[in-house]
């Protein structure tokens, strides 16, 4: 880019009213006194002078005459939406003004927030609720709150669930249909689940490594061996419990806790991918782990 000369900067102030009282131009970042055609002295960088910008005095009344609104207008504006506005002068968009909400409370709003709708806390739904109002709501909903004092909808309470629990949760969760773990668990699992078939039989279910006792045996075969791969020792992360017999041919072997072990998830690939999927076995196992 080519640099400006303190020529050139000069003379773009004056052509624009204004007067440069440096007498060196080193940037287009860096700021430098002048004096504005309002008789002010300040300081400005050329990039922002080319923008249009100028001193706070310039600006102030700028904006003063960029008002679009009259006390008048701003009036029927609030009378329009079933309001009274209870101010004599209207300063800005941005300034607060006292008015009468629709539902008869008196507060406080800018005109910019009223026109995108805002108003006063009962009409907009953010007055603080009682405490009664959140124990009665809890009891319509089956549960208990155990709190005395209600501080705000983030703030977690204890409670007694429907199932009988006694666990913490604020009233946000509580609103949105969340319960303690138990009754979280019981509406994921079994017909409650989203994927569950109503025609398949338990047969079939076990098949698919989806009841309950599968689960208790996968969970076994992992605190058994510590949350540790038998293979490279790895502990933790995504791990799997590998059937030593296969699963497909030993259905009396399927929850047998003797009949498991723990792999991570790149172990277990490792295996099947030598010994393929089905028909595993003790001597596979045995060779596996010697390798």
């Known amino acids: 880019m080519r640099r400006h000369s303190l020529k050139y900067v000069k003379k773009y102030f004056e052509e624009h009213g204004c007067e440069l009282l440096e007498k060196e131009y080193k940037n287009a970042r860096y700021k430098m006194k002048y004096k504005c055609f309002c008789g002010d002295v300040s300081e400005i960088s050329f990039d922002n002078f080319k923008r249009g910008r100028r001193c706070y005095k310039c600006r102030n009344k700028k904006i003063a005459n960029s008002k679009r609104f009259s006390f008048k207008d701003v009036k029927k504006h609030f009378e329009e939406q079933g309001c009274e506005l209870l101010e004599i002068e209207y300063i800005d968009c941005k300034t607060k003004m006292k008015y009468k909400c629709k539902c008869g409370n008196i507060n406080k709003i800018s005109f910019d927030c009223f026109k995108r709708g805002m108003r006063c806390r009962e009409c907009g739904g953010t007055k603080k609720l009682t405490d009664e109002y959140i124990k009665q709501y809890f009891k319509d909903h089956g549960c208990e709150l155990l709190e005395k004092n209600y501080i705000n909808?983030?703030?977690?309470?204890?409670?007694?669930?429907?199932?009988?629990?006694?666990?913490?949760?604020?009233?946000?969760?509580?609103?949105?249909?969340?319960?303690?773990?138990?009754?979280?668990?019981?509406?994921?699992?079994?017909?409650?689940?989203?994927?569950?078939?109503?025609?398949?039989?338990?047969?079939?279910?076990?098949?698919?490594?989806?009841?309950?006792?599968?689960?208790?045996?996968?969970?076994?075969?992992?605190?058994?061996?510590?949350?540790?791969?038998?293979?490279?020792?790895?502990?933790?992360?995504?791990?799997?419990?590998?059937?030593?017999?296969?699963?497909?041919?030993?259905?009396?072997?399927?929850?047998?806790?003797?009949?498991?072990?723990?792999?991570?998830?790149?172990?277990?690939?490792?295996?099947?991918?030598?010994?393929?999927?089905?028909?595993?076995?003790?001597?596979?196992?045995?060779?596996?782990?010697?390798?």
């Open 153 to 291: 909808c983030d703030t977690k309470m204890r409670y007694r669930c429907e199932c009988g629990e006694i666990n913490k949760i604020t009233f946000y969760h509580f609103k949105n249909g969340q319960r303690c773990k138990r009754c979280s668990i019981k509406k994921r699992t079994g017909k409650n689940n989203c994927n569950y078939n109503p025609n398949l039989t338990d047969e079939d279910r076990n098949d698919r490594r989806i009841t309950q006792e599968y689960r208790d045996w996968r969970r076994s075969i992992y605190e058994k061996h510590n949350y540790t791969c038998q293979k490279c020792s790895q502990r933790g992360g995504r791990l799997n419990a590998h059937h030593i017999e296969g699963y497909a041919k030993n259905k009396e072997l399927r929850t047998d806790i003797d009949n498991g072990i723990t792999f991570c998830q790149k172990c277990h690939k490792e295996f099947h991918k030598i010994y393929g999927t089905k028909n595993s076995n003790t001597k596979q196992l045995d060779k596996f782990l010697k390798l």
